[in-house]
Nanobody
Framework: QVQLVESGGGLVQPGGSLRLSCVASGFTLDPASMGWLRQAPGKEREGVACISSDSSTYYSDFVKGRFTISRDNAKNTVYLQMNKMKPEDTAVYYC??????????????????WGQGTQVTVSS
């Protein structure tokens, strides 16, 4: 059974940093694309970043230069380092996975498996 469990969310001040983690179980991370998406209240879910099986990375424009996605296949874990955070980054952040490449799933958001999400709040 595929499971994705996110952690690391919380309250951070504008300009601050957080690192989210997503631990996967029930499958091997190596061939999979792993993504982070977010959903703010009253808004549609949107893709944040994606990392392919070959570790190619893809970012949405609104996080480029601030967020970094990475993966540790040995630990079956994917990370999202968030720096220079803004109030508009406030959302529930979800980890997701799919066997299709990021060039497909990052724009469509149609991942096969999702975690439960972790709340991130950026506020002073």
């Amino acid at each position: 059974q595929v499971q994705l469990v996110e952690s690391g969310g919380g309250l951070v001040q504008p300009g601050g940093s957080l690192r989210l983690s997503c631990v996967a179980s029930g499958f091997t991370l190596d061939p999979a694309s792993m993504g982070w998406l977010r959903q703010a209240p009253g808004k549609e879910r949107e893709g944040v970043a994606c990392i392919s099986s070959d570790s190619s990375t893809y970012y949405s424009d609104f996080v480029k230069g601030r967020f970094t996605i990475s993966r540790d296949n040995a630990k079956n874990t994917v990370y999202l380092q968030m720096n220079k955070m803004k109030p508009e980054d406030t959302a529930v952040y979800y980890c997701a996975t799919d066997l299709f490449d990021c060039t497909v799933v990052h724009t469509s958001g149609r991942y096969d498996y999702w975690g439960q999400g972790t709340q991130v709040t950026v506020s002073s």
